[in-house]
C-alpha cells in the first residue's frame, strides 16, 4: 500500500494545503509582505554596493540600506499623504457648507458659451443644466467625503497601520540581508528548466523595479509640477489636486490632463484668459512633457509591453488589489507574456503528431 508514487501524490497534497495555509494566515498583512518584498527588490542593487563598501558586514549594510529607505522614500510619502488627507477633509467641509459649489461653477461656464453653441447643445438634449449640476454636486460631495471618511478610518486603525508598518519594515531588513539565498532556494524549488526560470525570474524583478522607480517617479514629478502650477494660479486644494494628478499619472494615455485640462478650459470660458493660457502651456510644455522625456530613461523598455496592455494590467490590477494593483497588475501581465514567449518558443513543450 505504501508505494513511492502513493508517497509522493500524498506529499504534494500535503505541501499544497500547507502552502494555502500559510498564505491564508499571511492574508491579514499581504500589503505589508508585498511592500516588503517590493522594496527589497527594488533596494538590492544599493544593498549590495553597501555590502562590498562594508566589507560583507551583511547586518549593517542591511540596516543602513533600511534606514535610507525610511527617511528617503517612506517617511516623506507617509506625511504627504496625511497633509493631502487633512486638505481632503477641509474641502470637504467647504462643499458641504456651500462655499465650493460645483454646479455653480458648471452653470458660469454654461453662461458663457456662445448662444448659437448653447442652443445646439439644447437641440441635442446634451444641456441639462439642473441634471448635471446635480450630478456634479453629488459626486464632488462624493469624491470629498470618500477622502475624509478614509482619513477618519485611518485615524482609528492607526493601531493597525503601526503594526504593519512595523511588519514591513521587520520584513525588509532580512529581505535586503538574506534575499540572495532565499531567491535562490525558491529557484531550486521550482520544476522548471534554469533558462526558463533564470527568464521568468529576471523578467518579474525587472519590471518591479521598472513599475515603480519609474512610474513612480513620473508621477511624483507630474504631481508636483501641477501642484505648483495650481498654486501659482490660486486654485484651492492644491496639494490634494497634486496628488490626484500624480495617482492619474500612473496609468498610461490618462494621466494628469484629465485634472488640470477642465481647469485650464474653465479659466478660459469665465474670462480668467492669462490663467487658462498659462496652466494649458505649462500643462502641455511642461508636465505632458515629463512623460516623454523621465520614462525612457527611467523605465525604457524593460519591460516590453504595449502602452494598452500596461494600461488594462493597471486598471485591472488596481480594481482587485486597490493602490497595491498597479503593481501587481503588470507584474502579472509580464509573467503571462513572458510564459507564452517561452511556450512559444521552445519546440519540445508542443505534442508532436504523427
Not at 221 to 243: C, K, N, P, T, Y
Not at 308 to 330: D, E, H, K, R
Request: aromatic share 12%; net charge positive.
Amino acid at each position: 500500500m505504501n508505494h513511492p508514487e502513493l508517497q509522493q501524490k500524498t506529499f504534494l497534497i500535503l505541501l499544497i494545503i500547507v502552502s494555502i495555509a500559510f498564505g491564508w494566515i499571511l492574508l491579514p498583512f499581504y500589503g505589508a509582505v508585498f511592500w516588503g518584498a517590493v522594496l527589497a527588490i527594488l533596494f538590492a542593487p544599493f544593498y549590495r554596493r553597501l555590502l562590498a563598501r562594508m566589507h560583507q558586514r551583511a547586518n549593517w549594510a542591511a540596516l543602513a540600506t533600511l534606514t535610507i529607505c525610511l527617511v528617503g522614500v517612506i517617511l516623506p510619502l507617509t506625511l504627504i499623504t496625511m497633509a493631502m488627507l487633512q486638505e481632503g477633509m477641509l474641502i470637504f467641509e467647504k462643499i458641504r457648507s456651500g462655499q465650493i459649489n460645483f454646479g455653480a461653477y458648471f452653470q458660469q461656464i454654461v453662461a458663457a458659451l456662445p448662444q448659437w453653441l448653447t442652443r445646439l447643445l439644447e437641440r441635442l438634449d446634451l444641456l441639462d443644466i439642473n441634471s448635471i449640476q446635480q450630478r456634479l454636486s453629488s459626486g464632488a460631495m462624493q469624491g470629498s467625503q470618500y477622502v475624509a471618511t478614509q482619513a477618519i478610518s485611518i485615524t482609528q486603525n492607526t493601531f493597525d497601520f503601526m503594526v504593519s508598518f512595523f511588519i514591513m519594515l521587520y520584513l525588509l531588513f532580512f529581505l535586503l540581508r538574506d534575499g540572495a539565498t532565499l531567491a535562490a532556494r525558491i529557484r531550486d524549488a521550482i520544476p522548471l528548466s534554469a533558462s526558463h526560470k533564470r527568464h521568468l525570474f529576471k523578467k518579474f524583478t525587472t519590471v518591479i523595479r521598472a513599475t515603480v522607480k519609474g512610474n513612480v517617479a513620473v508621477a511624483a514629478a507630474q504631481g508636483a509640477l501641477g501642484g505648483l502650477i495650481f498654486w501659482f494660479l490660486g486654485i484651492q486644494g492644491a496639494l490634494l489636486w497634486a496628488v490626484l494628478m500624480a495617482f492619474l499619472s500612473l496609468l498610461p494615455a490618462i494621466g494628469a490632463a484629465v485634472v488640470w485640462l477642465p481647469v485650464a478650459i474653465y479659466f478660459l470660458v469665465t474670462g480668467a484668459i492669462w490663467q487658462g493660457v498659462t496652466l494649458i502651456a505649462f500643462g502641455v510644455l511642461v508636465i505632458g512633457l515629463v512623460d516623454n522625456v523621465l520614462r525612457p530613461i527611467l523605465v525604457g523598455k524593460d519591460t516590453q509591453m504595449p502602452d494598452y496592455v500596461v494600461l488594462i494590467s493597471t486598471l485591472g490590477g488596481m480594481a482587485l488589489f486597490g493602490l497595491n494593483g498597479f503593481v501587481i497588475g503588470p507584474a502579472i501581465a509580464a509573467l503571462f507574456i513572458a510564459c507564452w514567449d517561452l511556450f512559444s518558443a521552445t519546440p519540445e513543450v508542443h505534442p508532436t503528431v504523427n
